[in-house]
């Protein structure tokens, strides 16, 4: 056996797979990056300005500060603060009809709670799809991911067996007679990837999945704008209230003042939370938006570069029809995970060189290219130059 010929078998038995992808597909990212950002942002945001509230809380102390009256002594005083704060009403005197309007000022000190809240809603879908489709979706992966490889390895063998009808036979016309017979009867071919991707763009369980969680936090975000524009928005620019401590046993007392005048110390921290809040769920809204577009095209940059395989034909038996369907939703997971598949950083230099090979006639699948970059091309029969370049126009 020459040097050529040891050669070849040893680049072609180095071009199979090995099986160790136990260990490896443990780490499956089951969320597309931008999901992954939004879900962060979303949830993490509200917890460090909540983080950013309390810290102010404990730091300096109490968030009012109140006038009290010069005879007040200091546990008057601080009585004064206390009791304004429980209340946190403010009460306007109505010129028309003389009496006072009240005012809750309650956003002040429901903010550290309601940015728990908003973090614990939007955490909710993450928590849907987690539960509803992250079991089916990891099933779905590791098996595609797994048979890909097979057929990637299934192709390596059809190589390795035109090698040996090649390094067996004398006769240059058998070789072409089976390489015309593989392109024909598809050798080693395993339809049941091609079945199970086709079944599942039958499917809608995961892209119904994705579209509720996408829609669910598009519909938190709403509210929580209302909520911001109601509430925040209403008490944006108070400052500074009337309260007033003329309840219970001190109703009837002469020497205290019917309104007593407050100091909101914390404003700047509501207007910062306030403000900061919606501007980002106001970046986040167009990054939703673009996750829930790309279920409206194909990507078919992977499939087209498994196309080289001799049994791998999804796309060009245009079996692709609307993408709103599980297919699509696992073919940007594919994507996602693309460390995982060994086979498509070889097929993808593969693909490359056969784009710049000059006899493109002669190549149509992973068979011919590796048998080519064997350097086992032979001076093809004329009659069967001419047969090929029929088939191939």
Known sequence: MSLAHT?????LSDALLPDYRGLRLKGLRLELPLDRMVKFVAVGFPLLLMSLAFAQEFSSGSPISCFSPSNFS?????????SCWDSLVHHEQDDKQGQYKMKS????????????????????PVLLWQYAAVPAL????????????????????????????WQKSSDP??????????????????????????????SHSLVATYLLRNTILLLFISATFL?????HLDVFFQEEFSCSIKRGFLSDEIHVPDLITCRLTFLSVFQIVSLSSVAIYTLLVPVILYNLTRLCKWDKRLLSIYEMLPAFDLLSRKML???INDLNVILLFLRANISELISFSWLSVLCVLKDTTTQKHNIDTVVDFMTLLAGLEPSKPKHLTHRVCDEHP
């Open 321 to 323: 029809g609307c993408p």
């Open 74 to 82: 200091v546990q008057q005083a601080a009585y004064v603060d206390s």
């Open 105 to 124: 000022l309650w956003p002040h000190k429901a903010l550290p709670y309601s940015l728990l809240a908003l973090a614990v809603a939007m955490y909710l």
């Open 227 to 231: 909520y911001l524009g109601h509430f």
């Open 7 to 11: 050669a070849a078998e040893y680049m």
């Open 138 to 165: 990891s099933s779905d992966l590791l098996f595609i991911i797994s048979e890909l490889d097979k057929s990637y390895n299934r192709s390596i063998r059809l190589v390795q067996h035109m090698v040996k009808i």
């Open 173 to 202: 016309h058998v070789f072409w007679d089976e390489l015309e017979k593989a392109r024909k009867e598809r050798y080693f071919e395993f339809p049941l990837l091609e079945r199970y991707l086709a079944c599942k763009q039958r």
